[in-house]
């Protein structure tokens, strides 16, 4: 069956940079792009951007622009999301999921900013 | 960017009642729309998407529907299971953004 499985939670102070994993199985890696949403503590669902696994493409919210990275090795059927310059407000639940084709959602990865 | 607007925010209702929640989009966006079902403590659930396919394993009580920029989102005979906080999502243009979700509580 379809699982993404996400990296353990994160805890940075501001300024910092952190990376998120995703790892996909039960499917074929390059077949779907993988999403990344966020969520503050008490928020609705922000969307940050997309990778295509295939080819590498990306295409990022303008709001993360410039302190996002999504990348991805095929070969480990892993997704990464850099996000640098952490501020407190990127607090947040941190998701990878699969949005068209396939509909599965990671577990998701608490990263919390604080001095 | 394509705005969702959501309504209600929140909307209380009881075991067996018959809940629409709708989503606004700012501009047409064909039939570009998925919705999601979020409990306290757990990740997203995928419901629904282009607007009135449902996704397998997702009860029948649940349907989606609406083209441009109207959509709706019907539980036809809540559960208990279904008090849950709902979104809807546009993906025809990046960013896919978000409705700012409903709470449905138990009445």
């Known amino acids: 069956q379809v699982q993404l499985v996400q990296s353990g939670a994160e805890v940075k102070k501001p300024g910092a940079s952190v990376r998120v994993s995703c790892k996909a199985s039960?499917?074929?890696?390059?077949?779907?792009?993988i999403h990344w949403v966020r969520q503050a503590p008490g928020e609705g669902l922000e969307w940050m951007g997309r990778?295509?696994?295939?080819?590498?493409?990306?295409n990022y919210s303008q709001k993360f622009q410039g302190r996002v990275t999504m990348t991805r090795d095929r070969s480990i059927s892993t997704a990464y999301i850099d996000l640098t310059r952490l501020r407190s407000d990127d607090t947040a639940i941190y998701y990878c999921?699969?949005?068209?084709?396939?509909?599965?959602w990671g577990q998701g990865t608490l990263v919390s900013v604080s001095s | 960017d394509i705005q969702m607007t959501q309504s209600p925010s929140s909307l209380s209702a009881s075991v067996g009642d018959r809940v629409t929640i709708t989503c606004r989009a700012s501009?047409?966006?064909?039939?570009?729309v998925a919705w999601f079902q979020q409990k306290p403590g757990e990740a997203p659930k995928s419901l629904i998407y282009?607007?009135?396919h449902l996704l397998s394993g997702v009860p029948s009580t649940f349907s989606g529907s609406g083209s441009g920029t109207d959509f709706t989102l019907t539980i036809s005979s809540l559960q208990p299971e279904d008090f849950a906080t709902y979104y809807c999502?546009?993906?025809?243009?990046?960013?896919?953004?978000f409705g700012q979700g409903t709470k449905l509580e138990i009445k």
């Open positions: 039960g499917y074929t890696f390059t077949d779907y792009s």
């Open positions: 990778i295509n696994p295939h080819s590498g493409g990306t």
């Open positions: 999502q546009q993906y025809t243009s990046y960013p896919h953004t």
């Open positions: 282009a607007a009135s």
């Open positions: 999921c699969l949005l068209g084709g396939q509909f599965n």
């Open positions: 501009q047409g966006i064909s039939n570009f």
